[in-house]
């Protein structure tokens, strides 16, 4: 049974910087691609950026040059580093098994204020 727990969520002044965690269960963590994704206000869900099995990553060009991410495959956990939050980055963060799959994580909420 495949499970996905965000945590680190929470809020933040503009300017500043999060760390979001995703830790994995019931998959073969190394061999997959994880995902990160994102829900604001009265938006669809967008991708943010994804990282490979071999460490490749790939952003939005919203995110691209503030927020990393990495993985640890001995913990089983993908990250989401996030600097230089802007208040229009607040949004429900969810990490995905891949970019093609219906397994998702519950979301963590991640607000920055003005």
């Known amino acids: 049974q495949v499970q996905l727990v965000e945590s680190g969520g929470g809020l933040v002044q503009a300017g500043g910087s999060l760390r979001l965690s995703c830790a994995a269960s019931?998959?073969?963590?190394?061999?997959?691609?994880m995902a990160w994704y994102r829900q604001g206000p009265g938006k669809q869900r967008e991708l943010v950026g994804y990282i490979t099995s071999g460490g490749g990553t790939n952003y939005a060009d919203s995110v691209k040059g503030r927020f990393t991410i990495s993985r640890d495959n001995a913990k089983n956990t993908v990250y989401l580093q996030m600097n230089s939050l802007k208040p229009e980055d607040t949004a429900v963060y969810y990490c995905?098994?891949?970019?093609?799959?219906?397994?998702w994580g519950q979301g963590t909420q991640v607000t920055v204020s003005s």
């Open positions: 019931g998959i073969i963590f190394s061999i997959n691609t």
């Open positions: 995905r098994l891949g970019t093609m799959t219906n397994y």
